[in-house]
Nanobody
Framework: QVQLVESGGGLVQAGGSLRLSCSASGSVFSINAMGWYRQAPGKQSELVADITSGGSINYADSVKGRFTISRDNAKSTVYLQMNSLKPEDTATYYC??????????WGKGTLVTVSS
């Protein structure tokens, strides 16, 4: 089992920056991919970015050039640096971990609100 704790959300003005963190505990030796999803009110959840254990990174087109995902394997932590934030980035951001056995684990979410 893997437990996830997210932090770093909050209220920011358009054009500002935030850094999200997600720390994993438990069976952290089994972590393969780490990533972030988001869900805005009334919309479907979407992948924001993910990074595999091998370092392959995938971004949603809407965040390319503005967001950067990284991971610290020693700390079992994944980060999402969000720059040039837009009101449309407002959402609850969820951390997701995929183990090498294919199990998915989710954090409880952290709210990001971008004011115009």
């Amino acid at each position: 089992q893997v437990q996830l704790v997210e932090s770093g959300g909050g209220l920011v003005q358009a054009g500002g920056s935030l850094r999200l963190s997600c720390s994993a505990s438990g069976s952290v030796f089994s972590i393969n991919a780490m990533g972030w999803y988001r869900q805005a009110p009334g919309k479907q959840s979407e992948l924001v970015a993910d990074i595999t254990s091998g370092g392959s990174i995938n971004y949603a087109d809407s965040v390319k050039g503005r967001f950067t995902i990284s991971r610290d394997n020693a700390k079992s932590t994944v980060y999402l640096q969000m720059n040039s934030l837009k009101p449309e980035d407002t959402a609850t951001y969820y951390c997701r971990i995929i183990s090498f056995l294919g199990s998915h684990y989710w954090g409880k979410g952290t709210l990001v609100t971008v004011s115009s």
